[in-house]
């Protein structure tokens, strides 16, 4: 008699698992493409930010509740931070969702023709001979 509630319990703990599993998978996703927005050259921490909302908005109405979206980005880094609450199946259970994604900005670096350290050429390397 008390191994039904028990074995419905166990099979809503595992949907909820199921649920936050896949709300974070959701935000990771959002996160790095955000992050794809935000780091290119002439990229924003806004641009990054509504590249991020634009996915949650497509992909986490149903498994992700409350998300919020923080983006920064300076002269070397940028970085998006997703935060919000996994859909609950078992009342009272609030499983938190957190998922961030950084790395380096895109930068443009001139080809530098002219050598004034170890990389320079030898003299005998320039005359193609040995």
Do not use: C, K
Request: charged share 10%; no cysteine.
């Amino acid at each position: 008699m008390i191994a039904t509630p028990l074995l419905l319990l166990m099979l809503l703990a595992i949907v909820q698992f199921a649920l936050w599993s896949h709300a974070t998978h959701i935000a990771q996703a959002a996160a790095s493409h955000g992050l794809a927005a935000a780091r290119v050259h002439g990229g924003t921490a806004a641009a990054g930010s509504a590249s991020a909302q634009q996915m949650l908005d497509q992909l986490a109405r149903g498994p992700l509740a409350d998300a919020s979206v923080s983006a920064e980005r300076t002269a070397t880094s940028a970085s998006i931070r997703i935060s919000g609450i996994a859909t609950t199946v078992i009342p009272f259970l609030s499983l938190p969702v957190h998922a961030e994604a950084s790395g380096p900005v895109e930068r443009f670096v001139p080809i530098a023709y002219g050598f004034t350290n170890s990389e320079a050429l030898s003299a005998a390397n320039r005359s193609g001979g040995g």
